[in-house]
């Protein structure tokens, strides 16, 4: 009778210890990310290789996990009810019952479950060789559940990312706020993720802006354009500006002047522009000029008409902020100069305006910048003082500087009402 008890006894005990090594698995195996697993396999942790073949399918690990818990709550409840009415008689059953109840919910799953919560790495490497054992021991009633999953749940679920875009920002913040990675960094780490979603439109150097030359002019005028603007490169057109022919680098007008030859033109010199749609997607753009070996790419609109230049310089400040030289304006594009009153560069987008001072300038698909917006709420070329007011943001446009007929800087003054909110 008493080696029965303890029979029974060591039989209830190894239960719990199933129930609760099925518990602390699901946990760990559950909650440890396929990036890290990739990171134990490269490291030749033991253990990671059968644990990233688990984390390839992770209905299978609940599957399996559910499976031997359910088992061992099962066996641990019927073992526990014939030891409580054997020695209790009939209230025996409420007995084992609610023992077994609280045992199992603090031995089985609390406790388990917190432990594996602060050891989820060095856990899920030692449950992952068992665990991938007995995947393959059921392996097929797994594969019946697949049937009947696939059945009762059409589609494939398995197209859906397993980490999206707001996941991956989510932790890049939290990383910022543990200290384990920078505002500098956080800044840079966004930039690449806002990288696929630039167009060639939005990073360009506008065609106003753009020094060029023409075809027929001698290298000596040339030489000129590139001294006073500091470039080393000018696009080349023929007749007409949208006419563009050639790209023209100084280096080979150096060299042409320091061996003084003759006769040679600048069409002579130039190589062949690399154009691309304005609407084309700037990280795609960079690998096309690294694979083409040009810096420098002619952006064109729908109706083939030349709109600006965008440069491998301009991709990469996308990246890590402004890149200047000795020939760059470090002008801001918005600055402060006093309460409530900013100057800005009339080339600024409207959206970055409203994103940089929590603002809400009216957007449309008429214009994108500063002086667009202004143009269009005055319905005409404005003249230096012209103002405007924008309700929707208590806000006032002043036009401080053209040039020609190009309004280059503007005054915005936020009413106290803005500021306030």
């Given amino acids: 009778m008493l080696q029965l008890d303890l029979f029974n006894a060591s039989i209830f005990g190894l239960c719990i210890i199933l129930s609760a090594f099925f518990s ?14 990739r990171a134990l396999v490269n490291d030749g942790r033991s253990g990671a290789a059968q644990l990233f073949k688990l984390k390839q399918n992770q209905d299978h690990i609940l599957i399996i996990l559910r499976i031997g818990n359910t088992i061992a709550i099962v066996a641990a409840a019927a073992v526990a009810t014939s030891i409580a009415i054997e020695a209790f008689g009939d209230p025996g059953l409420g007995i084992a019952i609610g023992g077994t109840v609280l045992i199992l919910l603090i ?15 060095p856990l899920a490497l030692r449950v992952a060789p068992p665990i991938l054992f007995l995947s393959r021991v059921v392996g097929p009633f797994l594969w019946l559940s697949d049937k009947v999953s696939r059945s009762l749940v059409p589609g494939d679920v398995s197209t859906e990312p397993t980490v999206t875009e707001d996941e991956i920002r989510e932790w890049i ?51 000129t354009i590139f001294h006073e603007t500091g470039f080393s490169r000018l696009p080349v057109y023929h007749e007409k500006i949208d006419n563009l022919t050639g790209v023209l680098n100084i280096k080979d007008v150096y060299t042409v002047i320091v061996g003084h030859k003759k006769d040679v033109k600048i069409s002579d010199l130039m190589y062949d522009p690399y154009f691309v749609p304005e609407t084309k997607k700037i990280d795609d753009l960079l690998k096309e ?8 790419a002619m952006v064109m609109d729908e109706y083939g008409g030349f709109v600006g230049v965008v440069t491998v310089e301009d991709i990469l400040e996308e990246l890590v902020g402004d890149i200047l030289d000795e020939f760059d304006d470090e ?60 309700e929707e943001s208590n806000a006032t446009l002043v036009v401080m500087q053209m040039r020609g007929k190009r309004i280059v800087k503007v005054k915005m003054i936020l009413s106290d009402d803005r500021e306030k909110r």
Avoid: C
């Fill in 24 to 37: 602390s698995s699901e946990v760990a195996l559950i909650s440890i990310t396929r990036a890290k697993v």
């Fill in 331 to 390: 002008e801001p594009e918005l600055s402060r100069i006093g309460e409530g009153i900013y100057m800005l560069d009339a080339r600024m987008w409207v959206d970055d305006l409203n994103e940089q001072l929590d603002i809400a300038l009216p957007t449309s698909d008429t214009y994108e910048t500063i002086g667009g917006l202004l143009i269009e709420q005055l319905g005409h070329i404005p003249h230096p003082g012209e103002t405007v007011r924008v």
């Fill in 289 to 296: 000029l690294q694979l083409r070996k040009v810096p420098m």
């Fill in 107 to 121: 031995f089985g799953e609390i406790g388990p479950k917190l432990f594996a919560t602060r050891y989820t790495e």
């Fill in 173 to 223: 913040d939290v990383g910022m706020e543990e200290g384990t990675i920078e505002q500098e960094e956080q800044e840079m780490l966004y930039n690449v993720l806002e990288l696929g979603d630039t167009t060639a439109r939005e990073v360009m150097t506008p065609r106003v802006d753009v020094a060029m030359i023409e075809d027929t002019s001698t290298l000596e005028s040339s030489l």
